[in-house]
């Protein structure tokens, strides 16, 4: 919206609070775009006017408005006519006007001349006050003439006088004075009739009628100066005069020459013509432009063609009006206060003022809504007006807080500023024929001026205006400028001579249009569209054109012949970029900003970076120019990334660095190449969610705050290494950083825990060295952003929260609000000038200037962006200057380290310039150790080496504590005997000044030091062999722990020097380059368990190469592939989080209400319109939609003093002077509505009770802790220092710190610890309550320690655990197949049952054992390996199953109906039982079926129709417990170690915890959108499994911290069932009790013990049970166990027959042959053994194939060789020939086989041949 007198702001500052001149008095408060001046002086908001309530003191604000009833009496003083239906209240000059104002007609009612004056009365004119008397003329003229005011309030009277008013206006008595003789007033306040001259009555409010030339009036002309014959002498108050009497109107007398002179009628300042006069001999003619046509008297021109369209602007609306049917259309609503508005044939140009929202819209007339967009929306602050040169093919536009008139292309894709003599200029029009602009400005005083449209030959063309002119129209065929100077005034442009249209007070024009004959102009009084006739401009011939609803702010003529292009100079030009018209033969080249002209070719200024705001959502990037004119659409590009979620902007290369949050990879790209969209990959390993990214020039590095991995990362731009920082504690999560490249230091916003909100800021050295609490109070968050203003000193703070800004010094001092806003703040960046910031649900962006305490914001809604976005910002900045200090930084100029070097803390440049000094620290990537500067590989050592862990070489292990210092730095003599003092502690140590030692570590002073025990000096070992105990203490910590540089003992033994230095790592561990060890299967494992990622570096199997994305299950896909629709990964991780998400990570959703709502102070989720607020009703909780209204002050836009009845302007509110007496005006309260910060009185920003960490001041300020009793006051009023400051802890009783405060000693407890009741003690706070740890926690003084069931080790996170060995795999049911599906993805299917569905499966892990139940076959079946298959029928209907992996006996439930129980089986006894019998009743179900051995109980759900009851029992089926009833039980889980049972439940979905007693219920999973009607649950590691109901999708859910849910497997075919496959889920250290113990049935665990029970479920007596039925036996494999007994019996006498029968043979065999034989043989001569290949031999061996054996005979003498029997051949043919002998070949019966004997000895053993050898010598 705008007003009458906008831009004297300029001036206004020089001049103070009001300027002031002798016609109209400006008030400052008056003038803004939001303020309306009332009639009778002074103004109200715009948003009072016509709001129903009567605001100014005449109540011109309500006058005119729709549904208004005015006031009568205000009506009647305020000299305005009542019409008699009293619903309007109209100027008296509406009456008896010919045009029916009141809706009744009674303006026009009785409408008579003037009653003549009565005959016989001695007064012609009125009477009054006895015997005065007065002209008629001045009856009812709106002056009190009478002490009785009775000329004014006669309404008879003032009804027909106001006729007479019209008729003698003085305004047109020289168009009169030739036809009839008659006399202007001097002071024009009428035209008199010559008979009311000297007639003794003053007339003329100046009394100019009558005078001393009255005694001459009547005998003037008795003397004719006159000569020639067509003259008259007539009276003149100066005497006589000549008129011509031929052609009065065209000729003049000359008393000079005594004669009639034509009179140029052209030349006068009225025109005489509609477009163009030519003056001829005593007359003139007139001729209209191309395209109109001549009325029938030839001076008026009208269009031919269409009709002409008047548009028009309102404050929410724009339309259009055809003039002649008065057709009103409205084109466009929900405009943001429009202004100007312009048309050129196609497009539709207007101007957008509403704060915040300034900008140049555009949009095609035929659809507006849906392709309106923002030419301009940039560089401007206070446009004003608009205008296009339809020629040329650009807008123009005013700026009058910058000062400056712009032009753009018509599409806005270019723009430039004019240079010109403007100041505040606001209204502007064109002359595109001439190449000439018109504009409204303050040059220390309203003027208008006029220049060529390039700017050039600017010149003053009005200076004496009353006030700032508003609605400039050019009629250009006329040669006339028309301007609003409190009424229509026309000025001749060619001679400057300036008439009003009317004199007649009309309440408010503001804006025009001319066109043809005819004058239209908005009026704000009536909010109506009036017209008259612009040659004569009587206001008889006012006419109404159309009433409105609201004022009309701008009107714009269009027809086609005012855009008549005959000409066009810019057409054919050789201007590189634009060319603005001039005149109608001439142009200029212009350039936009940052450029420069050199002939006609624009070029970029030398080193000229243009300052920019990048703002991005999804892959959609545009550059925002905020210092240039132009729209950030214009510099939209789409970039090759999924989706970006945090940026930096490196100023020395002008690079943008970004993180895709979707394909998880940190790309830069070059501002240069930024239209291009196309990025080059930087960093693509090991990232999971970035929430920041910030550059230090100084060193020349990239740091990254990755809040997935609670890491902080650095990269050095110029060696491309990467290092890791800072790892931040457990339960911390990073929230925001920045960068303070000035003092070599970050600062953090950190959330403390994952139950809390609470943030706290950090300051901490760029090294990641010094970490230390800034800031402690008053962050809600969760989203907290900073950011450091250089140029200022200062840090800007975001909190989303509270929804405001902050700004504080470095150190966390003097914080400041900065805007308080009623949106989210989703990202923050700063310039040199100003704030940005954006919203979290919607696409657009505000911005303030960094200097503007006021509470003005800009915003601007970006379309290329989608409704319902997150916008990231990133500002660009300069480049350093060349004489910074810190360019000298040793890392920028002299490189000293090899891979990476970062600033240490130190102050900043401008403190001491001359003695600054700035440091260093080098830092290695992971498996690099430091060395003088260069990062070196660790030394490799052999078996018998030792490794230097400091001087990184090899000595040999023998040289360990030898006395000689065989390392550089004399490692291997540490932790010796020989240099251990008898009496030293070693956990003693010394510290640095800021710590203090305790028990071997240096802590911080704020920590406790817990003593050691001193009743022993060393605590007896109770820890495990993979954990480290800690000194002089039982506390027991993960080896993984030692020496990762984090204390985890309570006095730190695990960090300190003789520990460290001497650890070694055993076989199964891998020793971190840190110095820490972890397990070795956690090497190249895909997690970076060693706080230096060294176990990750070089493992190229568990990551993926350059150009592939890793899905969650470590399988490597294309990236091309990431969020293509198609389902790559096999866990689908691939298509999710493909869209932006609307909220961070771990962020809640704080609902804010719409811009123009009212919200809640005490439940933000209450939105209600403004109109809500102080109407009387209480509509928020607490009424606090009705605190605090004023109904005096505020609807005057002031300030309303508390205890008085006073207002005061607003801008003398907080301004250190107390206007009000109670001083009201400069409390905090009130310093907020003029957003400044109280003199008097601190800002209350919060609650009391939310001070909980920092000092409450007494007026209510908090500041932090640190800054009380410092001699530095930081509360406003001083009340943090003096008082008890210096004694208060004298005495002090505190177990801790006492902290000096005025009021007395405030204890303060450590982290970890809260203060009692009693204000003196610190409470260790229990953090195991809320989950800190995933398995096992610990809690200790000031903090816990988590640690790990068996077969898990504790995570780098020291929260989580991970299986030690193995990769986990899911086993899953799906009808009748069992498939399994790996962690990395793979899937086999493992078995399928042909015939009948599975209804539920489990499975032995170990023994690769899977147990299946068929409800319909009455089947339990065990399945080992892939084939080997075995099936118990007989046992019922089994349904759900489980299996002890301990005993081997397998669980089932038996669904017989009405015979429900649980039974038990082992298959490899092959013995079953009937356990107890279910407590199911009709339609009960049992939905699961859960063991564990170790405590010896089974758990199972029971569902009937309204509720479910959770059971247990022993394993045995004994002590039945009815544990807890739930809504609907659909899975049950059991965490053996800590003895609890997790409940799955739907209606709502639940997770519930209890423990195996039923008690101690806990909701544990609730309210999260992956928890979707949970179905089986299954525990691993620090999770929870589950199938979603109605999905194929198998989730889990984190059990400790803020328990976060995802889905982990997508593709799971319908699963029904499933159970995870892993070593860890079955325990391995529990003994079964059942191996030695005898039963002769089967074998179950019982809380006492192993039971035998028989196969009824009875006890067995002394292990042996009575000998059931054989039809009530189970079949195995279709055999009972009896059968199996009896079979193996048989077996067992047949193999032990046959086992007899054979060791008597191979007895009796072994003597005859080995020792009988030999015996007898011994004597025999000793023959040498040969082998030869003769005949003999040959027919030797083929005689064994026939019937008979023959053995050579050894006697005969012609032998000479033998054959070497091979002694298997030989037991295998005297087989044949003993023991078959009875079997004859075919035709041998009476065959008599003959064996010759043999009498030589064939043993070949070396006893026998030496024996023999005896004997021949012998012999």
């Keep these: 919206m705008t007003v009458i007198y906008i831009i004297v702001l300029s001036c206004i500052l020089t001049c103070g609070g009001q300027f002031v001149d002798n016609i109209q008095v400006y008030e400052r408060d008056c003038l803004g775009e939001d303020k309306f001046p009332c009639q009778s002086g002074g103004c109200i908001l715009q948003a009072k006017y016509c709001d129903g309530n009567v605001d100014c003191p005449d109540g011109s604000d309500e006058h005119f408005c729709p549904d208004h009833v005015p006031d009568a009496k205000l009506c009647n003083q305020s000299h305005q006519y009542l019409c008699a239906d009293h619903k309007k209240c109209i100027p008296n000059s509406w009456i008896c006007n010919n045009q029916t104002e009141c809706d009744d007609g009674s303006d026009e009612v009785n409408c008579t001349a003037i009653p003549d004056a009565k005959e016989n009365s001695t007064c012609m004119g009125y009477s009054c006050d006895g015997n005065k008397c007065i002209s008629l003329l001045w009856v009812c003229d709106g002056v009190y003439d009478c002490l009785d005011k009775t000329d004014e309030y006669s309404q008879d009277a003032c009804k027909h006088s106001l006729l007479a008013h019209s008729i003698y206006d003085g305004s047109s008595c020289e168009e009169i004075s030739v036809i009839r003789q008659s006399y202007r007033c001097i002071d024009s306040s009428y035209c008199l009739p010559a008979n009311m001259m000297c007639d003794g009555l003053v007339d003329c409010r100046d009394g100019s009628d009558e005078g001393p030339f009255c005694d001459k009036w009547n005998n003037t002309c008795d003397t004719n100066p006159c000569k020639g014959n067509n003259t008259k002498c007539i009276p003149e108050r ?114 957008e003022t509403a704060q915040g929202h300034q900008a140049i819209m555009r949009a095609e007339l035929e659809n507006v809504q849906e392709t309106k967009e923002v030419l301009v929306g940039l560089g401007i602050e206070e446009p004003g007006d608009i205008a296009v040169d339809w020629l040329g093919g650009h807008i123009y536009f005013s700026d009058a807080e910058r000062g400056i008139i712009s032009a753009c292309r018509t599409d806005g894709s270019m723009c430039t500023i004019l240079k010109t003599h403007t100041k505040n200029p606001r209204f502007v029009t064109l002359a595109v024929r001439y190449g000439t602009m018109y504009w409204a400005d303050w040059h220390h005083r309203p003027v208008i001026m006029k220049a060529r449209m390039d700017g050039s030959h600017a010149e003053l063309l009005v200076d004496n205006l009353q006030g700032f002119a508003t609605g400039l129209a050019i009629d250009v065929p006329n040669g006339r400028l028309y301007y609003v100077d409190h009424t229509i005034k026309i000025i001749k442009i060619d001679d400057k001579q300036i008439y009003s249209l009317f004199e007649e007070p009309f309440h408010h024009p503001y804006s025009i249009a001319v066109f043809e004959n005819t004058v239209f102009w908005s009026d704000w009084t009536s909010q109506s569209i009036q017209t008259t006739d612009k040659l004569h401009g009587s206001a008889q011939k006012r006419g109404k054109l159309v009433t409105l609803d609201n004022p009309v702010f701008d009107m714009h003529i269009y027809h086609p012949l005012l855009m008549k292009r005959n000409t066009n100079p810019c057409h054919n030009n050789n201007c590189s970029h634009l060319c603005l018209v001039t005149s109608n033969v001439t142009y200029t080249c212009a350039c936009p900003e940052g450029m420069q002209l050199n002939q006609s070719t624009c070029h970029n200024m030398a080193n000229y970076r243009p300052m920019q705001l990048i703002v991005g959502s999804g892959s959609i990037f545009t550059r925002v ?126 959330r403390e825990n994952d139950n809390s909100n609470d943030i706290r800021i950090d300051s901490m050295g760029l090294d990641g060295s010094g970490r230390d609490h800034v800031i402690m109070n008053d962050l809600k968050g969760p989203r907290v952003l900073l950011r450091y203003a250089p140029n200022m000193d200062a840090v800007y703070v975001s909190d989303d929260g509270n929804s405001i800004i902050e700004l504080m010094n470095p150190e966390g001092m003097g914080r400041e609000r900065f805007r308080e806003l009623s949106t989210s703040i989703a990202t923050l960046s700063l310039t040199d000038a100003y704030v940005f910031w954006t919203d979290r649900r919607t696409p657009r962006l505000f911005w303030a200037p960094l200097h503007d305490v006021t509470t003005r914001t800009r915003r601007i809604q970006l379309s290329i962006f989608p409704n319902n976005t997150q916008l990231h910002i990133q500002a660009t900045s300069a480049p350093p200057s060349n004489d910074s200090l810190l360019l000298n930084h040793p890392c920028l100029k002299n490189n000293p380290c090899s891979d990476v070097c970062v600033q240490t803390p130190h102050p900043h440049p401008h403190t001491a310039p001359a003695k600054f000094y700035m440091g260093y620290r080098c830092l290695c990537p992971p498996s690099f150790l430091i060395m003088n500067g260069t990062c070196t590989k660790p030394a490799e050592c052999k078996e018998n080496e030792l490794y230097c862990h400091k001087s990184n070489v090899c000595v040999l292990e023998a040289k360990r504590c030898d006395g000689k210092k065989d390392c550089d730095l004399g490692e291997d003599e540490e932790g010796c005997d020989d240099n251990v003092s008898e009496n030293s502690d070693p956990t003693e140590k010394s510290c640095p000044s800021h710590q203090i030692s305790c028990n071997g570590k240096c802590i911080d002073r704020e920590q406790i030091c817990t003593a050691p025990d001193s009743s022993t000096t060393s605590a007896p070992s109770v820890c495990e062999a993979s954990q480290y105990q800690c000194y002089n203490s039982t506390i027991c910590v993960e080896r993984s722990q030692i020496c990762d540089g984090e204390a985890d003992c309570p006095n730190g033994s695990d960090e300190d020097s003789v520990t460290c230095d001497t650890l070694s790592c055993q076989d199964n561990e891998f020793m971190c380059t840190s110095g820490s060890c972890i397990l070795s299967s956690f090497k190249c494992d895909g997690e970076q368990d060693c706080g230096d990622g060294s176990d990750e570096a070089n493992c190229d199997g568990k990551s993926c190469a350059f150009g592939y994305y890793q899905c969650r299950n470590k399988e490597c896909i294309e990236i091309g592939k990431r969020c293509d629709g198609n389902n790559d990964c096999y866990d689908l991780s691939d298509e999710e989080q493909c869209e932006e998400p609307v909220t961070m990570p771990d962020e809640k959703t704080v609902p804010h209400c719409a811009e123009k709502e009212y919200t809640c102070e005490l439940n933000r989720s209450i939105c209600l319109p403004f109109t809500a607020r102080c109407n009387f009703k209480v509509e928020c909780p607490g009424g606090t939609d009705e605190i605090g209204c004023d109904l ?89 220092e003096g008082g008890s400051c210096f004694t208060a802890c004298d005495n002090s009783t505190c177990t801790f710190s006492c902290l000096p405060t005025p009021s007395g000693p405030r204890c303060v407890c450590p982290y970890g610890y809260k203060t009692h009741t009693d204000g003196h003690t610190c409470l260790d706070i229990d953090e195991c309550i809320n989950d800190a740890c995933s398995q096992r926690c610990q809690n200790i003084p000031g903090s816990f320690l988590c640690s790990c069931n068996h077969g898990y080790a504790l995570r780098s996170d020291r929260r989580s655990c991970k299986a030690v060995k193995g990769s986990m795999s899911v086993l899953y049911l799906s009808g009748n197949r069992i498939g399994s599906v790996s962690a990395d993805g ?71 109906p009405k015979n429900n129980h649980v039974r038990v089986c082992n298959f490899k006894t092959k013995r079953c039982a009937k356990l107890h019998k279910l407590p199911i009743n009709g339609d009960a179900k049992l939905t699961s079926l859960r063991v564990d051995p170790a405590s010896r109980r089974m758990f199972y759900c029971i569902i009937t129709d309204n509720e479910s009851v959770v059971w247990s029992a022993s394993l045995a089926g004994q002590d039945l417990l009815d544990l807890t009833t739930v809504r609907n039980c659909t899975g049950l889980a059991v965490d053996s170690f800590r003895k609890r049972l997790y409940v799955a439940e739907t209606e709502p979905s639940v997770i519930t915890r209890m423990n195996f007693e039923g008690d101690r219920h806990k909701k544990v999973i609730f309210g999260h959108p992956q928890l979707q009607e949970p179905h089986g649950l299954a525990l691993f590691e620090d999770s929870v499994y589950f199938l979603a109901g109605n999905t194929s999708r198998l989730s889990r859910c984190q059990l400790f911290g803020n328990k976060p849910c995802e889905p982990f497997i997508y593709r799971m075919f319908d699963a029904n069932a499933f159970v995870i496959r892993h070593e860890s889920v079955q325990r391995d250290d529990v003994k079964n009790e059942c191996e030695n113990f005898v039963c002769s049935n089967i074998c179950v665990l019982d809380k006492n013990g192993p039971l035998c029970l028989c196969y009824d479920g009875s006890v067995a007596k002394n292990g042996r049970c009575a000998k059931a039925e054989k039809s009530e036996l189970p079949f195995f494999n279709g055999r009972t166990h009896e059968d199996y007994s009896t079979s193996e019996k048989a077996s067992l006498t047949v193999i032990i027959t046959i086992v007899v029968l054979f060791v008597i043979y191979l007895s009796v065999f072994c003597y005859y042959h080995f020792v009988y034989r030999a015996r007898k043989n011994r004597a025999s001569t000793y023959m040498e053994v040969r082998f030869q290949n003769t005949e003999a031999s040959s027919a030797s061996i083929s005689s064994q194939a026939t019937s008979v054996i023959e053995v050579p005979d050894v006697s005969t003498p012609t032998e000479s060789t033998h054959e070497f029997v091979n002694p298997l051949q030989f037991v295998k043919n005297v087989w044949r020939q003993s023991v078959r002998r009875t079997s004859k070949p075919a035709d041998t019966a009476s065959v008599d086989i003959e064996s010759p004997r043999i009498e030589q000895d064939l043993s070949d053993t070396e006893s026998d041949l030496d024996e023999r050898d005896s004997q021949r010598i012998m012999h």
């Design 1386 to 1456: 793979k899937s086999s299917l493992d078995y399928i049952e042909p015939n009948a569905n599975i209804v539920d499966m489990d499975t032995d892990i170990r023994q690769n054992r899977l147990f299946l139940t068929l409800y319909d076959a009455g089947k339990l079946i065990e399945v080992k390996g892939n084939s080997n298959k075995t099936e118990i029928t007989n046992i019922g209907r089994p349904t759900n199953v489980a299996v002890d992996w301990i005993t081997d006996n397998v669980y089932f439930v038996d669904r017989t």
């Design 625 to 750: 120019y905020y210092d240039s004119l132009g729209s950030a659409e214009t510099h939209a590009a789409h970039f090759d990334i999924g989706w970006v979620q945090a940026m930096a902007y490196d100023n020395l290369r002008d690079t943008l660095y970004l993180y895709d949050g979707q394909r998880k990879i940190i790309s830069h790209i070059n501002m240069s190449d930024f239209s291009l969209g196309v990025t080059q990959p930087f960093l693509y390993k090991g990232l999971v969610n970035v929430v920041e990214m910030e550059y230090d020039y100084v060193s020349d590095s990239l740091y990254i705050l990755d809040a997935g991995r609670h890491f902080i990362e650095v990269v050095s731009l110029k060696t491309q290494k990467r290092i890791l920082l800072y790892r931040f504690r457990e339960q911390e999560t990073p929230v925001s950083f920045c960068i303070m490249a000035d003092y070599g230091k970050m600062l953090l916003a950190v």
């Design 1192 to 1280: 005096r002050c505020a609807p005057h836009g002031l300030f309303e003093c508390k205890q008085e009845l006073i207002c005061v302007s607003m801008h003398r509110v907080c301004n250190g002077v107390n206007e009000c007496l109670d001083g009201s005006d400069e409390t905090p309260e009130a310093c907020r509505t003029v957003n400044r910060t109280s003199h008097f009185f601190p800002p209350l920003l919060y609650p009391a009770a939310e001070c909980r960490n920092g000092f409450l001041c007494k007026s209510g300020q908090c500041v932090e802790l640190n800054q009380v009793c410092n001699q530095v006051p930081n509360c406003f009023d001083g009340t943090d």
């Design 238 to 351: 100066f005497g006589p005069s000549c008129i011509c009497t031929e052609a009065p109107l065209h000729k003049t007398y000359n008393f000079t020459t005594n004669q009639c002179e034509d009179v140029d009628e052209c030349a006068q300042a009225r025109p005489q013509c509609s477009h163009v006069c030519h003056n001829k001999d005593s007359r003139f003619e007139c001729s209209c432009d191309d395209g109109y046509t001549q009325d029938q008297f030839g001076y008026l021109c009208y269009a031919s063609g269409p009709e002409a369209l008047l548009f028009y602007s309102t404050k929410n609306e724009i339309g259009y009006i055809k003039i002649k049917t008065k057709e009103q259309v409205t084109v466009g609503t929900g405009i943001k206060q429009a202004h100007g508005v312009a048309y050129d044939g196609k497009y539709l140009f207007w101007v």
